[in-house]
C-alpha cells in the first residue's frame, strides 16, 4: 500500500514559519521526484514547489520563492516543505505527490491526503 502522509499544518499568523513533512512509504522513495501542492477554497490547484529524486535539484512557483525551501531526507522516505514569512493568501490545503516525471507534472503517479494551512492577519 502507497503511502503519502502529510503533517506539520497548523494556524499561524503572518510573517511566522512552518515546516510540513511529507512522509512515503510502499513505494520506492529515491525512484521518485516529489512536489508540493496547494489548493485554497474556490481557487484552482496551484504549483508549490518540487525536489528531485536526489535531492540537489529543486524549483518553486513565483508566488514562493525565495520563502519557501524544498528538501528531501532519503533515508527517512520524507520530504520537507520550509515555509517562511508566511501571508494570509498562503492559506490553502498542502499536498505532496511522487512522480517518476521530471519537472514533477500535474498528474504524479501519487498523491497524499493534504494538511491544512491557516495563516491570519
Known amino acids: 500500500q502507497v503511502y503519502l502522509v502529510e503533517s506539520g499544518g497548523g494556524l499561524v499568523q503572518a510573517g511566522d514559519s512552518l515546516r510540513l513533512s511529507c512522509a512515503a512509504s510502499g513505494f520506492t522513495f529515491i525512484e521518485y521526484n516529489i512536489g508540493w501542492f496547494r489548493q485554497a477554497p474556490g481557487k484552482e490547484r496551484e504549483f508549490v514547489g518540487g525536489v528531485n529524486r536526489y535531492g540537489d535539484v529543486n524549483y518553486y512557483g513565483d508566488s514562493v520563492k525565495g520563502r519557501f525551501t524544498i528538501s528531501r531526507d532519503n533515508t527517512k522516505n520524507t520530504v520537507y516543505l520550509q515555509m517562511n514569512s508566511l501571508k494570509p493568501e498562503d492559506t490553502a490545503v498542502y499536498r505532496c505527490?511522487?512522480?517518476?516525471?521530471?519537472?514533477?507534472?500535474?498528474?504524479?503517479?501519487?498523491w497524499g491526503q493534504g494538511t491544512q494551512v491557516t495563516v491570519s492577519s
Open positions: 505527490a511522487a512522480d517518476h516525471a521530471w519537472p514533477v507534472t500535474t498528474l504524479p503517479n501519487y
